[in-house]
């Protein structure tokens, strides 16, 4: 079961981050596959926005009743 599926029935429900997995595995793939042909031999890097999943676990910072820090 994938962290995700996991986060939806824990209380509260945990914010999380969704990655676009289809395009990290593509861009693995691309990389594995130029390396295994000898073609890749340098670093690799890669730049992807993810998705913040807001649920239960996160309020606005007015709703507190917490004070802002502690001593």
Do not use: D, W
């Amino acid at each position: 079961m994938s962290i995700k599926r996991i986060a939806e029935y824990t209380t509260p429900m945990l914010t999380t981050v969704s990655l676009p997995k289809t395009e990290m595995v593509q861009f693995a793939m691309l990389i594995l596959l130029n390396r295994i042909q000898g073609k890749h031999k340098t670093i690799a890097r890669l730049e992807l926005e993810g998705t913040l999943v807001i649920r239960e676990s996160c309020r606005p910072i007015a709703e507190s009743s917490e004070p802002e820090y502690y001593i």
